[in-house]
């Protein structure tokens, strides 16, 4: 196995293959934090037997890929600063991989963070993924709660950006779900980051 570096502007994401070079095209997304090698070399072997052109890579952050460093340091007077990268980045970082590698579409398949990053790559270029496979994952509040037929109207308008702080999430949240605020709103403001 060779390492192989694919590039998201600045950004230098190692990666490598396995598998069947021809085969159906695999990417493994692993949790931020974690390193490719978190993907056993066996079970990389085992999908590549089965028809599988794997491929896993390293975040930014981790491995031999692009230290960025900490995503969220602390600012002046305790505020906090504006993260270093967003999810969109790391799922675009994904899509870089794939066209490192030629690949329209892929599988994709994450597993902790790596699942949330593969479901933002999904919401964002659904073209770009065949399959979804998600292991010790999360989908969010405002997925995981919403009615299947919300879901599908979100899905098909796009997924849109909730007004800036908690208070814009807890209404956008509501909002997108077509339900009224849950009882606690303060539980969902903690969820929603950002400025209070």
């Avoid at 493994?28 to 999908?47: R, S």
């Avoid at 009224?180 to 709103?185: A, D, E, G, L, V």
Wanted: hydrophobic share 40%; aromatic share 6%.
């Amino acid at each position: 196995m060779r390492i192989e570096f694919a590039h998201n502007g600045g950004v230098r994401l190692a990666y490598e293959r396995m598998g069947a070079p021809d085969g159906e095209p695999l990417l493994l997304v692993v949790g931020t934090g974690l390193q490719m090698v978190a993907w056993a070399d066996g079970l990389c072997a085992e999908l590549g037997a089965r028809g599988f052109a794997v491929v896993r890579y390293d975040n930014r952050d981790s491995g031999l890929s692009s230290q960025i460093g900490q995503a969220e340091a602390p600012g002046r007077f305790g505020r906090r600063r504006k993260p270093a990268y967003t999810l969109d980045d790391l799922a675009d970082d994904a899509v870089a991989v794939m066209d490192a590698l030629g690949w329209d579409s892929a599988h994709l398949f994450g597993a902790a963070a790596g699942g949330v990053i593969a479901q933002v790559t999904a919401l964002r270029q659904p073209h770009r993924v065949r399959t979804l496979g998600l292991a010790a994952s999360y989908a969010g509040w405002r997925l995981s709660r919403m009615r299947p037929g919300a879901l599908l109207r979100m899905l098909a308008k796009g997924l849109r950006r909730p007004a800036p702080g908690r208070d814009g999430y807890a209404r956008g949240s509501s909002r997108r779900s077509g339900r009224s605020p849950p009882p606690s709103t303060r539980w969902t403001r903690s969820c929603g980051g950002g400025s209070p």
